[in-house]
């Protein structure tokens, strides 16, 4: 039996749906974090940890709308790609605002953060990762 059968069976098919493309959503994220790290690791020597962070963000939420656009709402959307992802990155800006406001404060406030940045690029994304989900799939990916 498949997850979205087994889901469906649980909490009702409405609901295993977006329970289904919060689970997706979530390893897209994780995908996200991963490059948003190493980006940010590759890049504070040149950038600083603001724009290291920066830099990262814009590259891991790219990568990100790609992924979700081929795997977690796939055929949703129906805008043409550059359309779509101007869009994914706006509707996930108060996204980001949480996601790199909380990595800001960690790392000025929080030396052991400051000194690894990982901890505060993952505080950064569990706290925008609500906001993004519910953006994207009521803006984004209709």
């Known amino acids: 039996m498949s997850l979205s059968a087994t889901l469906g069976r649980m909490v009702g098919p409405a609901r295993a749906i977006v329970l289904l493309q919060f689970l997706k959503f979530g390893v897209v994220g994780t995908f996200g974090f991963l490059v948003d790290t190493a980006t940010v690791y ?16 814009l590259t891991a939420a790219t990568g990100n709308w790609v992924l979700n656009r ?10 043409p790609a550059h359309r779509q992802w101007a869009l994914f990155l706006m509707a996930n800006l108060v996204g980001f605002m949480l996601n790199r406001g909380m990595y800001a404060i ?3 406030f929080v030396p052991w953060c400051a000194a690894e940045p990982v901890w505060a690029v993952a505080a950064g994304s569990i706290t925008g990762l609500g906001a993004n989900f519910f953006l994207s799939r009521k803006l984004v990916f209709r």
Request: proline letters at 0%.
């Open 70 to 79: 081929l795997w977690t709402f796939r055929g949703k959307g129906g805008q």
């Open 106 to 108: 960690l790392v000025t």
């Open 42 to 57: 590759a890049l504070r020597g040149s950038l600083g940890l603001y724009g290291a962070g920066a830099a990262a963000y």
